[in-house]
Nanobody, 125 residues
Framework: VQLQASGGGLVQAGGSLRLSCEAS????????KGWFRQAPGKEREFVAA????????DYADSVKGRFTISRDNAKNMVYLQMNSLKPEDTAVYYC???????????????????WGQGTLVTVSS
């Protein structure tokens, strides 16, 4: 399984970006997916997670109300819409997926088995 993340870039504070992540090699329709981020000198942290059909989602407190995770299982895609971006959102963003069928949303990186290569988001003040 390969995950390919895209959509990062440079944006001014208050702006928006939409990240995309395409899975190939296996359909992941019954698997939870998530987004994490890692800023320079910091550990990778949870951003958002979504259940297989999108019925359940959850977010880090720092992004609630600004970010929205969604998925399109027909296309094997997961998205992260990021609005009202802040300089502290600057990080490399990673998409991730679990290899097992859905067993609840998870918030730590070790719960996820497949990872994208990361896409850099830079928010200028």
């Amino acid at each position: 399984v390969q995950l390919q993340a895209s959509g990062g870039g440079l944006v001014q504070a208050g702006g928006s970006l939409r990240l995309s992540c395409e899975a190939s090699g296996r359909t992941l329709r019954t698997n939870a997916k998530g987004w994490f981020r890692q800023a320079p000198g910091k550990e990778r942290e949870f951003v958002a997670a979504i259940s297989p059909i999108g019925r359940s989602t959850d977010y880090a407190d720092s992004v609630k109300g600004r970010f929205t995770i969604s998925r399109d299982n027909a296309k094997n895609m997961v998205y992260l819409q990021m609005n009202s971006l802040k300089p502290e959102d600057t990080a490399v963003y990673y998409c991730a997926a679990e290899s097992t069928s859905y067993r609840g949303l998870h918030y730590i990186p070790t719960e996820y088995d497949y990872w994208g290569q990361g896409t850099l988001v830079t928010v200028s003040s």
